[in-house]
């Protein structure tokens, strides 16, 4: 499962950045063109941490929305899935903008 690869390496990055210090909570920026599902996401935390000195941690997480902009007519869109041409007549390329990062944005340490 892809979701529980990325748990342990967010997992692995928290407990790197926390020093032995206790984690009370943990904000995660998910794009929407990620294919991460958030529920198999925070699932796979929960299970994860289970048992570890992470298992009272609050995991937030924020979706972030897709956007890209078209290299033909240069407007911009927003994408609830990934899309690799614009809908216009040219059907010229999409460059993504924002919505394919994973990424922990913040952490609180106790
Ligand atoms: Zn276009």
């Not at 342990?8 to 294919?35: K, P, Q």
């Not at 929960?46 to 009272?56: F, K, M, N």
């Amino acid at each position: 499962m892809h979701e529980l690869a990325l748990t342990r390496e967010i997992v692995s990055i928290v407990r790197d950045h926390a020093r032995g210090r206790g984690v009370a909570g943990v904000t995660l920026r998910v794009g929407r063109l990620s294919c991460v599902q958030v529920d198999a996401l925070r699932f796979a935390l929960l299970a994860c941490v289970d048992g570890t000195e992470l298992a009272d941690c609050v995991w937030t997480i924020e979706r972030v929305p897709g956007r890209a902009r078209c290299e033909g007519c240069a407007v911009e869109l927003d994408l609830d899935q990934l899309a690799v041409t614009c809908p216009c007549e040219r059907q010229a390329p999409l460059t993504i903008l924002s919505g394919e990062e994973l990424l922990v944005s913040s952490m609180e340490v106790r």
